[in-house]
């Protein structure tokens, strides 16, 4: 009798976890930790500029578990991920903190993407904060459902181009949150506005800030929090050895 679908799923998730909780999450660490200590920072996404925010949750529709409607005190980083200088293109990463809604907060981690439902899970450089979409690339789980998260400014937001230093004078700026499955239309739920910027530079973890109901899911995510954590051991000790 040959294998049963589950069966086989069960047969190569196997050696797939062994590969992700063994070497290749230690090579991943290791480059992560090198990378920070010789930037003396980040990693992923140096170069950027932190915002308070304000995170109204209009239509929880999809995340209805993880959240209720309301207002929530929020952080927003918009940020580029290989820092190329002044308005070059590049991708882009939207990063916030959603406060007070459990035990620890909601980070949520972006970058620029497509729209459609395969273009949604590619980065995709871009010349403008405000004229891109982002993507969450990765799946949630969200109701039992596996979904997206993505964000695009309002319409009719002015053009920022893909300069730190114009972003951070840009504020107040408003992205509409939403949410899609894999193959269905973005939902709309919510509002992030940016509203002043600061010197606060947190660090986004979006596998240890996350909510019942709405969860990060498959290997790429489990590679994802190890490699945040030890960019961060990198950063530390370059700062602390300088």
Not at 120 to 131: E, K, Y
Not at 140 to 166: K, L, M, N, Q
Not at 202 to 210: A, L, Q
Request: hydrophobic share 40%.
């Amino acid at each position: 009798m040959s294998p049963q679908p589950q069966q086989w799923r069960n047969l190569l998730d196997k050696p797939r976890r062994m590969m992700v909780d063994g070497p290749l999450t230690r090579a991943a660490m290791n480059a992560a930790k090198r990378v920070g200590s010789l930037r003396h920072g980040r990693a992923f996404h140096p170069a950027g500029c932190t915002f308070e925010a304000e995170f109204d949750l209009v239509r929880p529709g999809p995340i209805g578990d993880a959240l209720s409607a309301g207002e929530y005190r929020a952080q927003a980083r918009l940020s580029k991920a290989a820092s190329t200088p002044g308005r070059f293109p590049d991708v882009l990463g939207l990063a916030f903190r959603v406060h007070d809604v459990g035990d620890t907060p909601l980070d949520v981690a972006l970058a620029t993407a497509g729209k459609r439902p395969v273009a949604r899970h590619v980065l995709m450089p871009s010349r403008s904060f405000t004229r891109a979409f982002y993507s969450s690339l990765l799946l949630y789980r969200a109701s039992e459902r596996h979904v997206v998260i993505g964000a695009e400014a309002e319409p009719g937001t002015p053009d920022v181009p893909a300069d730190v230093g114009a972003v951070a004078r840009a504020v107040p700026v408003t992205f509409r949150i939403a949410v899609a499955q894999l193959r269905g239309p973005w939902v709309e739920v919510g509002l992030l506005t940016l509203t002043v910027a600061t010197g606060a530079d947190p660090h986004f973890d979006v596998v240890r800030n996350s909510v019942p109901g709405l969860q990060p899911v498959g290997w790429l995510n489990r590679l994802r929090g190890p490699v945040y954590r030890a960019s961060q051991r990198g950063r530390d000790h370059a700062s602390e050895t300088s």
